[in-house]
């Protein structure tokens, strides 16, 4: 179980049996009198005023870096907590966790100082210290692993040696969840399922149920002045202390993600929940959550940010222990009374699908914190339509845009791009591209694609992902063409190219292979009888891999779930699954990360196959423009050179790799020690390792080779989708649904 202190990532394979552990951590003491007044002041807040008159409400809590006392790489954080005086303290591992040196540290609130005092220090070597907590006499309980990987609880009172409690947790190390001491020493220990109650006397008083979060990463417990909180199915549960019965379950802040924040003590019974919404309070009996720190300003909203432990300090201030890209950082929210409420500008980006352009929102947070005077407001096309139709939203975007309103900057993904172009609704971008190009800051070969014959850019992406292929070397040199795919599947009838899937996936994915093949002179459009031969190759191959217009879910044992589950460009995960159980040749994988190229690393080493990029084609995502009518045309153009610089493209996020040739470098001094094992079908367990400096050099080399990107129209993909379905139920011909599909794309260009 190997680097137990990290979440270990599991590749994007259907069905393959992954291993994940990671670390957790315990409550916060209760803070002292009046520690809430300022955070009471800030939402007595009015609504926005002009920011040049003295009625601009004020008043918000700010974020500032608290810096380690050690150099980054020189130790590791393994738990910050509070001692019975809300003091803050930091314990840490110098070497690897089964032979570690451990330290304490203690922060005053302006600095930090070595504990050399502590009783952590009497840990042996071997043992890894997972959860710590003070009790209220100053006794310091430990839970720790030996080499065995076997959970012990000590507890170390004043004067005393250590002395260990039985509570039933030797084996329970991946399932526990932190652990707490109430005032009166009882010990509350979540683990998986359920809730180990200790008492005084070392015996196991209770067991109360939980929601499971599968996870170790995971810190949404808390003790209040007369009661146990943890997670439920539909809330946060409130246990009496004295009785250990329910009291009542409190709805969660945003969602079921709420299970993975962190909870901390208030005054009495009232508690603060951190997430990536913010900080926020509930009252005793309270039943609104008041949001405290808006995290849309902050660390907290960004994707590669996830919250460990919130501590509430003593003077009016919060502190969020949280882990960003794997380096663990530790932030402090302190009330500034002359700070404006709410930002005086407001920069709106909107998207189809925010929730695939990562990156974006993480350029957005960044952007935030570095222009306190701007927020960013991101809509997601996808959540703001609900039910609608894809192709309904973009006619309701596309009308609001020519009558001179909407984003400030659209992420261009799915959209007609083409049409924005010509009908003026986009700025030119080259004053900010050219200049970053001709400095060697931007991949040159990226770059010339979004270039018109002028030297205007009118759009660039954040971040571009890899199609490759690896398999059979016969199979994988005849993907070139749809026409050398069709004649080596007719020649092999008895053997497949795609896994087994509905027909739409495959349709999908060599439409986004094949795209520049497929279309024709007007751009955006494609050739109609080429997508004839497109049809009825998709079918064969289909065929031979035993695909379906859709499967029952019982299917090969209840995979057929699986099966029907359509990408949007195809690249469903079940390629590796279809080359590793051998009912496919060649498995196609799109990269959109050094995590994604794990596995593959891992198949081609053990089976000696060649890994080869897709025909130099590549997918760009993230696709930003600044509109001609946006309120917020300057700060837009900031922001579209702010998400291609080093601060943001540093980070890998895997929703793509970087546009940035300065960047590069950064990827490839990135480590990890992330790992995954998988298995298919019963078969033998494989590893994979995060890349090596060899294998991540080879990969961010496939940048400088990327020359045709893919971009297809959301409603012209739609379209062709359900247009010619027929075909593949049997009701058409190749023919009469390239046609059905060519007089919708007549009516549709003709709009």
Not at 256 to 277: C, H, I, M, P, Q
């Amino acid at each position: 179980m190997k680097n137990r202190h990290l979440i270990q990532r599991a590749a994007a394979l259907a069905l393959a049996a992954v291993m994940a552990v990671m670390t957790a951590g315990c409550g916060a003491k209760e803070q002292k009198e009046g520690a809430t007044e300022g955070a009471k002041d800030s939402t007595k807040q009015a609504g926005t005023a002009d920011p040049g008159t003295a009625d601009v409400a004020k008043g918000r809590y700010v974020e500032q870096a608290v810096a380690y006392p050690f150099e980054a790489g020189t130790e590791r954080v393994v738990d910050i907590i509070q001692d019975q005086n809300g003091e803050l303290v930091m314990f840490t591992l110098i070497g690897q966790e089964v032979d570690g040196k451990k330290k304490a540290y203690r922060y005053d609130g302006s600095s930090w100082s070595e504990d050399t005092a502590s009783p952590v220090q009497e840990l042996q070597d071997s043992d890894y210290l997972t959860y710590s907590a003070y009790g209220a006499d100053g006794t310091l309980y430990l839970i720790y692993a030996d080499q065995s990987y076997k959970a012990h609880l000590v507890k170390f009172a004043e004067g005393q040696p250590m002395q260990e409690i039985s509570a039933g947790i030797e084996d329970a190390m991946v399932l526990l969840n932190g652990l707490y001491v109430s005032e009166d020493g009882t010990l509350f220990i979540p683990s998986g399922d359920q809730v180990i109650v200790v008492g005084t006397d070392g015996v196991v008083e209770k067991k109360l149920p939980q929601r499971n979060s599968h996870s170790n990463f995971c810190d949404s417990h808390t003790l209040t002045a007369n009661s146990f909180m943890t997670t439920g199915d539909r809330g946060f549960l409130r246990y009496d202390l004295k009785s250990l019965a329910e009291k009542e379950v409190i709805p969660f802040q945003t969602d079921e993600s709420d299970v993975y924040g962190s909870l901390a003590r208030g005054e009495g019974d009232d508690f603060y929940l951190a997430n990536t919404k913010g900080i926020h309070h509930m009252a005793d009996q309270g039943t609104m959550w008041e949001t405290i720190v808006d995290g849309s300003l902050n660390s907290m909203s960004m994707p590669s940010a996830y919250v460990k432990r919130l501590l509430v300090g003593n003077d009016n201030d919060f502190y969020l222990w949280y882990s960003e890209s794997e380096e663990q950082k530790l932030a402090r929210y302190t009330y500034d009374p002359e700070m404006p409420t709410i930002p005086s500008k407001t920069l709106t980006v909107y998207g189809l699908n925010l929730s695939e352009n990562q990156t974006v929102k993480q350029a957005a947070a960044l952007f935030q914190m570095e222009h306190p005077d701007v927020r960013v407001e991101l809509i997601d096309g996808a959540g703001e339509s609900g039910s609608t139709l894809k192709s309904d939203t973009i006619r309701s975007l596309n009308a609001e845009l020519l009558n001179g309103n909407g984003a400030d900057v659209l992420v261009l993904d799915g959209l007609p791009i083409e049409s924005y172009i010509e009908k003026g609704v986009l700025e030119d971008l080259s004053d900010i591209i050219t200049p970053m190009v001709k400095a060697g800051e931007l991949y040159p070969n990226i770059a010339e694609s979004f270039t018109g014959s002028d030297g205007s850019v009118y759009q660039y992406p954040v971040r571009v992902t890899i199609p490759i292929m690896y398999g059979d070397g016969t199979a994988v040199s005849q993907m070139a063409a749809i026409g050398s795919l069709r004649a080596w599947q007719e020649a092999n009838p008895d053997k497949a190219l795609f896994p087994k899937t509905i027909y739409e996936n495959i349709l999908r994915q060599m439409i986004y292979l094949y795209y520049p093949e497929l279309a024709g002179k007007d751009a955006g459009q494609l050739d109609t009888e080429k997508v004839r031969i497109l049809l009825e190759t998709a079918k064969l191959a289909g065929d031979a891999s035993g695909s379906k217009v859709v499967f029952d879910e019982s299917e090969d044992g209840g995979r057929g779930r699986v099966y029907n589950a359509a990408d949007t460009r195809g690249f469903t995960g079940l390629s590796d699954y279809g080359l590793l159980t051998k009912n496919a040749e060649i498995s196609l994988v799109e990269l959109a990360g050094m995590m994604d190229v794990m596995t593959p690393v891992a198949i081609v080493d053990k089976y000696g196959y060649q890994m080869e990029q897709f025909n130099d084609i590549y997918y760009p995502k993230g696709l930003l423009g600044v509109t001609s009518f946006g309120k917020e045309k300057e700060t837009a153009r900031e922001f579209v050179a702010f998400a291609l610089s080093p601060k943001v493209q540093n980070g890998d996020l895997n929703d793509g790799f970087t546009v940035s040739k300065t960047a590069s470098g950064a990827w490839i001094e990135r480590t990890s020690m992330v790992s995954i094992g998988f298995s298919f079908d019963g078969g033998d367990m494989m590893s994979a390792e995060y890349p090596d400096d060899k294998k991540k050099e080879e990969i961010m080399g496939m940048l400088d080779k990327l020359h045709t990107p893919i971009s297809v129209d959301d409603i012209l993909l739609e379209m062709i989708v359900s247009e010619t379905k027929g075909y593949f139920e049997g009701k058409q011909t190749a023919a009469e649904a390239a046609g059905q599909f060519e007089n919708k794309t007549k009516l549709y260009y003709a709009e």
